[in-house]
């Protein structure tokens, strides 16, 4: 499946949840990832993303599709990508 | 059509923004809204996000979808959400 994933946490905390989230999806602004990921995967990520969260205070989000195609993206202004570093 | 929009936006020109797409989406996160919208509506809010935003560093990214069933939304932490003002 398809998944955006945006997440509000407290700074202390955001250094290793942008690791974390690297790990399995593309980042693609500030605090916001995309990716095809696998229901397995997904569930990996979230259980690690929760012991970095302060679930107090700290917030994700997830928006799942099953198909990319269902999905249209529009960038305007500063395009921040990992997937330039590919090219 | 239903779009979810986040921003990664400039400290002087972030409440101008916050406050330009709270009068068009529900604000769901930091920087995260999503709402139904038509195509006019958003091309007049993307204009005026394009007056705020400096394109040298201001980032905002729309993602758009026919239909709102296409995409499964999971919260983990805390919910911020306009929609808690109207119930």
Redesign the interface.
Known sequence: MYI?L???IGEKRVGKMLKLCRKYLNW?????FEGEISEVKLTEL?LK??KI???????????????EK???????????SDIDNFI
């Open positions: 955006i945006v997440y509000d693609i602004q500030n605090s916001v979230k993303a929760m969260m302060d679930p107090d205070s700290d917030s994700l989000i997830i928006f799942k599709t099953r198909q269902w999905l249209d993206k529009e960038i305007i202004g500063v395009e921040r």
